[in-house]
């Protein structure tokens, strides 16, 4: 008789007094009631959660640093959580110009601790999001256009697969798979619990900037934006951000790898649009750019939100425009945000077919979001995104994968475009039995032994049933209340 797999690492279920605070997220509508939580310590650790859940019959959820921006994905009712988050060494060779970095580490922590040490490694603006699920769903930057998307630096990889084995793949191991999971998405083809990434020399100085301007403003301030954040100079990554009208924030910021003199030649256009109500221009050390960029956060927040994204090919014309503007008039939440983030440069140089991260063509991107902290405001606050996403419609492509929109339909092709039905094939080779099952993840390219559909036509027929887990089945002890 086969010997069951013991759950080893940190265990939380249900009646520990720890489960309330394992099953927060930093997006509080995300949260839910999974039946145990594996804090791994180590690579073997997820490799016996997932043995363990197969045996069991346990839906598997993954996460890194709980920054899942919609329900089911890092976390599901009745399920397994796998968490990396204790999982934080990094090694760093610079000589060799490269980076191996475990999957729980921040991506503040992880950007600050390079820098000390004169290194340049992408970052976002969020310090608190995990390395391991930002950087295999692309991860956009504000260094993309002259490093790229941070999957664009993944090196190397280890992933633990669908049967509980741990991989190892490059450009020459497992190519395919090193394929997929530079752009694939997080959790489609196993659990990563190290990258090695390029890195780079971080400059001597580098040049940040901050316009604010009224609200009133915004949309010449965004025409003014789009029509040249796109070709600036490609050491300068850029933002802008507007925020609800009841907040009335409406601001623009960037940092140059570059001197301050030529930052300031280059931002004049944005200097000469509207009445700024406070510019700032400063030439700074990198790490102090990224305390600008990324500032320590709450690990969680205390708002619900709802998103939806897009890249952008074209400019937007007036009427889209105007959808934003309406968009920031409805939306009471004091957090709703529309955010701008200028692409080109090596982002654009990479052909889309060489990774999974198919969006090449852009000019920028787009992400639109509503928050909300009474229930009564839940169903008018998604509604709201949604109804933005058709009003754009029009002069949008595709959407970001790691800005899941559950109300997007055709997901497969609006997160991978052309792509997806090379993932699809990958997916089949190495979970064939779609054990990495969730809410808009990709499905096997193949007809589904469980539920005998043709899944290629409609992705959602291929669900892998799971019978109900019995209390006898698991360690430890069970909520009675669990939902």
């Not at 489960?19 to 939580?37: G, H, K, L």
């Not at 503040?108 to 820098?115: C, F, P």
């Not at 996403?389 to 994968?401: E, F």
């Not at 993840?441 to 409609?458: L, R, T, V, Y």
Request: with cysteine; net charge positive; proline share 6%.
């Amino acid at each position: 008789m086969q010997r069951k797999t013991k759950l080893t690492g940190t265990l939380i279920y249900p009646n520990d007094p720890e489960y309330w605070q394992a099953r927060r997220n930093w997006n509080p509508f995300t949260n839910a009631f999974p039946i145990v939580f594996v804090f791994a310590q180590k690579t073997n650790d997820v490799a016996n959660a997932v043995k363990w859940a197969r045996e069991n019959n346990v839906p598997i959820r993954m996460r890194s640093g709980r920054h899942a921006l919609a329900k089911d994905f890092s976390q599901t009712n009745g399920g397994i959580v796998i968490d990396t988050s204790q999982m934080t060494m990094v090694k760093l060779d610079k000589k060799r110009g490269i980076a191996t970095v475990q999957a729980g580490i921040r991506v503040g922590v992880l950007v600050r601790k390079l820098a000390k040490e004169g290194i340049l490694a992408p970052f976002g603006d969020s310090s608190t999001v995990g390395i391991g699920g930002i950087s295999t769903g692309g991860g956009i930057t504000a260094i993309q256009r002259t490093a790229g998307v941070i999957s664009d630096n993944i090196l190397a990889a280890t992933i633990v697969d669908a049967n509980g084995e741990i991989l190892h793949v490059s450009k020459n191991k497992k190519p395919d798979l090193y394929w997929a999971i530079r752009g694939g998405g997080g959790g489609n083809f196993g659990i990563i619990t190290s990258y090695t990434f390029k890195v780079r020399p971080a400059p001597p100085r580098v040049g940040i900037f901050q316009i604010i301007w009224p609200w009133e403003q915004l949309d010449e301030v965004i025409d003014t934006w789009q029509r040249w954040a796109p070709f600036v100079d490609e050491h300068l990554g850029t933002i802008l951000e507007a925020f609800a009208k009841t907040n009335g924030l409406l601001r623009s910021q960037g940092i140059f790898l570059g001197p301050k003199a030529k930052l300031n030649k280059l931002i004049k256009p944005l200097l000469d649009v509207g009445t700024p109500l406070k510019v700032l221009v400063k030439e700074v050390t990198l790490l102090e750019a990224i305390d600008f960029w990324a500032p320590n956060e709450p690990i969680f927040d205390d708002q619900n939100t709802a998103w939806s994204s897009a890249w952008m090919e074209q400019f937007l014309p007036a009427k889209g425009i105007s959808a934003i503007h309406s968009f920031l008039e409805k939306s009471k939440g004091s957090e709703t945000n529309v955010f701008f983030l200028n692409s080109g440069g090596a982002m654009n140089q990479v052909p889309p077919k060489e990774t999974a991260f198919f969006w090449r063509n852009t000019k920028y991107y787009l992400e639109w979001d509503a928050s909300w902290t009474k229930d009564s405001e839940t169903r008018k606050s998604i509604r709201l995104v949604g109804q933005t996403r058709t009003k754009l419609q029009p002069y949008i492509t595709g959407s970001y994968v790691n800005v899941p929109d559950l109300n997007i339909k055709n997901y497969g092709q609006e997160y991978y475009g052309d792509n997806f039905a090379r993932l699809r094939k990958v997916k089949a080779k190495y979970d064939p039995e779609n054990v990495f099952h969730f809410v808009q993840s990709i499905p096997p390219a193949h007809i589904c032994d469980h539920c005998h559909n043709n899944c290629q036509p409609e992705p959602s027929h291929c669900h892998m049933p799971s019978r109900k887990v019995k209390r006898k089945d698991l360690p430890g002890k069970m909520s009675s209340n669990r939902r």
